[in-house]
């Protein structure tokens, strides 16, 4: 494929990506961070997201199958995740994550087992979409493009 | 590859703007916030360190006294709460903290505010808040001199933030060492034309009705205390026992409320600093049977936390309080605790040093001839030059030898203080402390060694308030340091262990003492690795205040150089004098400009003369000097 194509296609993939609230401003900031010297920023960024968010989520589940929720614990997680998300631009799952907490609040279990499957689909969507948008740059790159800046879509 | 403009080499030549190089601090158990922040950071051209653990943060904090300008939390941590991180860097460090989460609750935010954050930003951050942060840098220092301000004229504080504006401008470049040398020169200049006396003490008579706490104003006010009682001394009371016109009762309260803090936090201090004591645990054990080492002794088991608050805030008072004959040992505590807390965690005050100044004059003459260690011990602030002192001196002198010579001196010391107290005015002896000591045991050596310390603990206040400055001077100055080192030993910024955290923190003229003091014996290589860079400045940093009364001396090159070197020396303790002695006279020149550059910078009261700097050191120099002649 040529560059322009790949660039485009890259584009568009973003601006749909945006478009639907996957990714926010947040996520156009951690591209302009990226640098010569940080090459590779995002993906390393990237990739301590879906780590981290999978330890997380991974512990949010064991937590709420307790006998006795321990909602403090939970509430913590969640606000870590909310955190990492916010941090990556990652805005569906962090919006899930301000509701989740509020059924923490509520220490209301069935809320937040609904919110848990919530957050986990979010999170699993916004990660197949950036490892696609992932793949589109490295297509760039290999064919010795550039990848464009999406800033202007935040 | 990124089209990002982003890219090292895209980036504009270093801006000779401030803030450029900002050493920031990032804590977060996030990692990717963290992360990110990091990188944001980095694009605003600051120095980060990020940190993942609260706890290891503190203990970088503490270890790297000076080496950082503001720190940046979460709230939420696991190993310990944010707001509490935020309150220990503020008691111990003084450092402006900006605290951060993805909760932004009015709540929280407003418990960060009464914990004493000076911001509080909502994640996720963006990098336009961060390129703002310096700001919270820069008010602290500003505020602290304002408040600080020395009795001079409005001209001469605006003077002095023209030059630490100056200064920070300049140290941000790289080339910044020759810079900061004019500017020194410059001020230096400008303020020896108007020189108003390093007042320590004369509300009335300044254009601003601030309080200076000078050594005097602080002895009389520690006397005070002493007299009602720590637990009992209330500002009126203590107001009313002080009788210095001018002074006002919010004065006393807020300084007595400093006093307090420092205390308690020297006592907390040094239970937190577990490995320093390991390492002098034997020295000072010996010395405890010793009955002349007891104020090393005291000391060191102060540093080791040994010695609850209480039994040092009662030496402390003791020290004031009590006739000649009396305890020397609860004396030197005090008076380190004293100054050391109205210094902050800082600097430890000199008077450290005067107290072992004191029995180093004496001991000169017993123990020159043995080795310079014991001299030197002397003069070593921190407790842990006292035990190592007191290690050294145990291991060459006959203890009733030194117990004779340190009760004398402590005897005198006391004597002095009194003295002190009554002169209300610079201290005559100031000035050759070589020749003091040369000449003989006398009160006079002493007073000439204490009155640098005293002084060095009267200012407190401004060595609190020059403690951020300095930090952010230091960070500039750094690289000019590193560079101007010819020596190398500025460069390594590490800290290898807790003593070098406290030396920094305490790093007064004592150090200076102690590091000229031991330089002939010890030779290890190891002092080279202390990250004196940092130490130096530090130790820079607090010449400045214990050097009010000090300004009519002339520094000496040597004189600064060796200050600038304890920090050093502090934190590789015996071999670090060595090492300290040895580099004395190799340090450049450029590096004492500096110094006296920040000792101006610092000063609220280091108005006047770049001798203040120097004044500091002289004390630890004269008395070097002293014992080639006397061995």
């Known amino acids: 494929m040529e560059v322009d194509q790949l660039q485009r296609s890259f584009l568009e993939y973003s601006r749909l990506l945006f478009h639907e609230g996957f990714l926010d401003g947040q996520f156009s900031q951690l591209q302009l961070l990226q640098d010569e010297s940080n090459p590779d920023f995002v993906f390393e960024v990237v990739s301590l997201f879906f780590e981290d968010s999978e330890r997380l989520l991974n512990d949010l589940t064991i937590a709420l199958d307790q006998q006795n929720v321990d909602f403090k614990k939970i509430d913590a997680h969640v606000h ?75 | 590859m990124a089209c990002t403009s982003g890219g090292k080499s895209d980036v504009a030549p270093v801006p000779e703007q401030f803030p450029v190089g900002l050493r920031v601090l990032v804590v977060d158990d996030d990692v990717i916030c963290l992360r990110v922040l990091e990188q944001m950071l980095r694009k605003c051209m600051y120095k980060v360190t990020s940190c993942s653990q609260a706890t290891v943060a503190l203990n970088l904090l503490r270890e790297r006294k000076g080496c950082f300008d503001i720190v940046l939390s979460d709230v939420h941590m696991p190993d310990m ?98 810079e900061v040398l004019k ?38 006010f520690v006397s005070a205390v002493n007299q009602l009682g720590i637990d009992k001394a209330v500002p009126k009371r203590i107001l009313e026992l002080m009788n210095v016109p001018g002074l006002t009762r919010e004065n006393v309260a807020s300084h007595l409320q400093k006093f307090r803090l420092y ?149 005198m010391l006391i004597s002095f203080i009194q ?33 640098p ?64 003091s031991c330089s002939k014996d010890i030779q290890d290589s190891a002092c080279q690795r202390v990250p004196s860079s940092l130490s130096t400045i530090s130790v820079v940093m607090q010449v400045p205040n214990i050097n009010d009364m000090q300004s009519s001396h002339s520094g000496k090159p040597d004189l600064v150089q060796v200050s600038t070197r304890n920090p050093v020396y502090v934190g590789k303790g015996p071999s670090i004098p060595s090492r300290f002695a040895v580099d004395e006279h190799e340090l450049p020149m450029s590096s004492i400009s500096q110094m006296k550059l920040y000792a101006e910078n610092n000063g609220n009261k280091v108005k006047q003369e770049p001798n203040d700097l120097t004044e500091n050191v002289r004390v630890g120099i004269p008395v070097r000097q002293t014992f080639p002649q006397m061995i």
């Open chain 1, 80 to 154: 870590q995740l909310k955190g990492s998300s916010s941090s990556i631009g990652a805005q569906r799952v962090k919006n899930v994550c301000i509701a989740f907490r509020n059924f923490c609040d509520e220490q209301n279990v069935e809320g937040c087992l609904r919110c848990l499957q919530q957050v986990k689909q979010e999170y699993l969507l916004v990660k197949t979409k950036l490892e696609a948008q992932l793949r589109l740059e490295q297509q760039i790159v290999a064919a010795g493009g550039a990848i464009p800046m999406l800033n202007e879509f935040c």
């Open chain 2, 81 to 178: 709460d944010g707001f509490k991180l935020l309150e220990l860097v503020g008691l111990e460090m003084d450092l402006p903290v900006i605290m951060m989460s993805a909760d932004g609750r009015t709540n929280l935010v407003m418990r960060g505010i009464r914990h004493g954050a000076c911001d509080y930003l909502i994640k996720p951050i963006r990098d336009e808040e961060l390129k703002n942060i310096w700001q919270h840098v820069v008010r602290k220092k500003w505020n602290e001199i304002k408040e600080h301000d020395h009795s001079g004229s409005m001209e001469d504080h605006d003077r002095q933030k023209r030059v630490i504006d100056d200064a920070e401008y300049a140290s941000c470049v790289n080339e910044g060492a020759d």
């Open chain 2, 183 to 220: 500017m020194q020169k410059k001020r230096r200049d400008s303020k020896d034309e108007d020189d108003t006396e390093l007042e320590n003490d004369d509300p009335a008579a300044t254009k601003k009705p601030r309080v200076v706490w000078s050594v005097e104003l602080h002895q009389q």
């Open chain 2, 263 to 411: 205390l308690k936090r020297l006592s907390g201090v040094a239970q937190q600093q577990g490995c320093l004591p390991s390492t002098y645990c034997g020295p000072v054990e010996q010395n405890l049977k010793l009955a002349s080492l007891g104020r090393f002794d005291i000391q060191a088991l102060a540093a080791s936390g040994q010695l609850p608050p209480q039994t040092l805030a009662a030496l402390h008072a003791e020290l004031l309080s009590r006739p000649p004959g009396k305890l020397v040992l609860p004396a030197l505590d005090q008076r380190t605790l004293l100054h050391a807390s109205l210094q902050g965690s800082k600097c430890i005050p000199a008077d450290q040093d005067v107290a072992y100044g004191q029995p180093l004059i004496k001991c000169s003459s017993n123990i020159a001839k043995q080795t310079s260690q014991p001299v030197m011990s002397n003069e070593d602030v921190l407790s842990e030059f006292a035990a190592w002192s007191a290690k050294s001196l145990g291991d060459m002198v006959p203890a009733c030898n030194f117990g004779s010579v340190v009760e004398r001196n402590s005897n």
């Open chain 2, 419 to 451: 003295q002190q107290q009554q002169q209300q005015q610079k201290q005559p002896v100031i000035p050759e402390p070589s020749r003091s000591i040369n000449v003989q045991p006398s009160c006079l050596v002493v007073p000439s060694q204490s009155s």
């Open chain 2, 453 to 516: 310390n005293f002084q060095a603990g009267n200012s407190p206040v401004s060595v609190n308030q020059n403690c951020s400055f300095r930090n952010l001077a230091l960070d500039y100055n750094n690289p000019s340091l590193q560079s101007n080192n010819s020596s190398g030993a500025g460069q390594n910024m590490e800290v290898e262990c807790k003593p070098v955290r406290m030396h920094s923190e305490f790093g007064t003229a004592g150090s200076v003492l102690s590091a000229s």
